[in-house]
């Protein structure tokens, strides 16, 4: 791809805060959510469904998800 003083390529980059959105999911996402063998898995289930919802909103042509390990939430 060539590109000259200004770019003729222009790309929708999806950046989440993955984190976050699992704190969220972890809460609203009831944890009757299990998996056959009876483990919880609601966070999981609601995160990878609000970002598969994001997806099909956006059509991003790429996605990067972060994590941060030290996340917590902060009141404000």
Same mark, same amino acid.
């Given at each position: 791809? !060539?590109?000259?003083?200004?770019?003729? @390529?222009?790309?929708?980059?999806? /950046? $989440? +805060?993955t984190a976050s959105?699992?704190?969220?999911?972890?809460?609203?996402?009831?944890?009757?959510? !299990?998996?056959?063998?009876?483990?919880? @898995?609601?966070a999981v289930r609601? /995160? $990878? +469904?609000?970002?598969?919802?994001?997806?099909?909103?956006?059509?991003?042509?790429?996605?990067?998800?972060?994590?941060?390990?030290?996340?917590?939430?902060?009141?404000?």
């Open positions: 791809m !060539r590109w000259g003083i200004i770019g003729s @390529v222009t790309r929708r980059l999806m /950046l $989440l +805060d959105l699992y704190f969220r999911a972890y809460f609203g996402v009831p944890d009757s959510v !299990r998996a056959p063998d009876g483990t919880p @898995v609601n609601g /995160l $990878l +469904d609000f970002i598969g919802r994001l997806v099909q909103d956006h059509r991003p042509d790429d996605l990067v998800a972060c994590w941060d390990n030290d996340w917590r939430p902060q009141w404000r």
